[in-house]
């Protein structure tokens, strides 16, 4: 199982680098085009505001992942359940984000993995 967890993190950091990758492009391509000659000053700002929109939803989508996926890699229990989130959250994003969030929760709800997990709390 602990193989399936470091698979698991290494696959939404990447994921979470392709999110933050799309936003960028995304940014970079609405606001550069709000920049054409002749192009009249309410669609440019109306292009700037849904660029800036959109690269900011999808990067609050893509950190998560990258903090998650390194959050499982060093082993916390807080990232396994910020993962569970993420994956129920990502089961609409078909076809990869719905095999990866399948995978993941098939893996993190498993009672073996979550015996990797348990750490003694020092103290109690």
């Known amino acids: 199982m602990q193989d399936h967890v470091k698979i698991i993190g290494i696959l939404w950091i990447v994921f979470g680098c392709f999110s933050l990758i799309g936003a960028m492009v995304l940014f970079l391509i609405l606001f550069g085009v709000s920049f054409f000659p002749h192009m009249e000053v309410e669609a440019a700002t109306v292009l700037r505001i849904v660029g800036i929109a959109l690269a900011?939803?999808?990067?609050?989508?893509?950190?998560?992942?990258?903090?998650?996926?390194?959050?499982?890699?060093?082993?916390?229990?807080?990232?396994?359940?910020?993962?569970?989130?993420?994956?129920?959250?990502?089961?609409?994003?078909?076809?990869?984000?719905?095999?990866?969030?399948v995978y993941s929760i098939v893996i993190l709800l498993n009672k073996e993995t979550a015996q990797l997990f348990d750490h003694p709390v020092p103290g109690k």
């Open 56 to 101: 900011s939803f999808l990067a609050l989508f893509g950190f998560p992942k990258i903090i998650g996926g390194i959050g499982l890699l060093k082993g916390h229990e807080w990232a396994r359940i910020l993962i569970l989130v993420v994956s129920f959250l990502s089961l609409l994003n078909i076809p990869f984000g719905t095999a990866l969030g």
